[in-house]
């Protein structure tokens, strides 16, 4: 009896487990069923199964056109946000810097700002030093945002970093930088990888801060949002899920690349 009782916390832990990833995944599902539905409206039954929404996407400008331009935008934002990211992850672990704990908690600020306040400040920012809305904009919001999930990684990582190993560099003749880019970087480049794949997530499914900053030309996240105030349709549902498959294969093509380079 004992031993039954025992196991009901644990019996628990796993029914909860099971029902929070079917709350997850049911809707994703449902939503990638519907784009396969052979009509304009969505509802159940799905009484025939076709692919012609996705023909109709792939095959859809205004699609094509916002898909690239928030790959653009992702890839600028990544590049920024990496090199800004290392920057501070190593000036924080550095010693004898004065005022860490301030530049830490300031780099990692817009983690936890909610995004619509962020949205605001930083449309306020740009009007007052003269700044257009548009792809520039865009990217300087988005740069602020994928900041602090740079440093975070980088940090955790060069926290575990030997010493040493720059140390026997140094000391077989290499200079500080020589140093930073065959030894530091290398061991960095988990955490790094890491780092760029969630900038370019992030950036991609990015809505609010492009809403409040961009200008005539939509990205995926705003053409999508257009097409909703007209009504539901599967062809959205087929944006959706094109967009959801692309990225959980970036994802999980980074946590390869990641385990891959630990091993």
């Known amino acids: 009896m004992r031993t039954h009782f025992s196991d009901l916390p644990k019996t628990a832990l796993g029914a909860s487990y099971w029902l929070f990833a079917v709350y997850l995944v049911l809707p994703l599902a449902l939503m990638m069923a519907m784009s396969f539905k052979d009509a304009n409206f969505i509802a159940f039954p799905i009484g025939k199964w076709t692919l012609d929404w996705y023909g109709k996407v792939l095959h859809d400008k205004q699609f094509l056109a916002a898909s690239l331009y928030s790959i653009g935008i992702a890839l600028a934002t990544t590049i920024c946000a990496t090199i800004i990211g290392v920057w501070i992850a190593l000036l924080v672990s550095a010693e ?6 301030a530049i830490f908690a300031l780099a990692c600020l817009p983690a936890v700002v909610p995004g619509l306040i962020n949205a ?3 449309r306020i920012f740009i009007r007052a030093v003269d700044i257009p809305t548009g ?13 602090p999930f740079v440093v975070i ?5 060069l926290r575990s970093m030997p010493a040493n190993l720059v140390d026997a560099a140094r000391d077989l003749g290499a200079d500080p930088f020589v ?21 370019v997530l ?3 499914d990015d809505f609010v801060r492009t809403f409040f900053l961009g200008g005539y030309q939509p990205t995926l996240p705003m053409l999508i ?34 385990r891959r380079s630990r091993s």
């Open 225 to 258: 949002f257009a097409k909703v105030q007209g009504g539901m349709s599967p062809e959205i549902n087929a944006m959706a899920t094109i967009v959801l498959v692309v990225t959980t294969a970036v994802g999980l093509y980074a946590e390869y690349l990641t």
């Open 179 to 199: 140093a930073f880019l065959r030894v530091t970087i290398p061991y960095l480049m988990p955490a790094l990888l890491g780092g760029m794949i969630f900038c």
């Open 120 to 122: 605001i400040s930083m």
């Open 153 to 157: 990684m980088v940090l955790t990582r």
């Open 135 to 147: 792809t520039f904009a865009i990217i300087l919001s988005h740069t602020v945002h994928a900041v």
């Open 96 to 101: 004898n810097i004065w005022g860490k704990p």
């Open 202 to 204: 992030t950036s991609i």
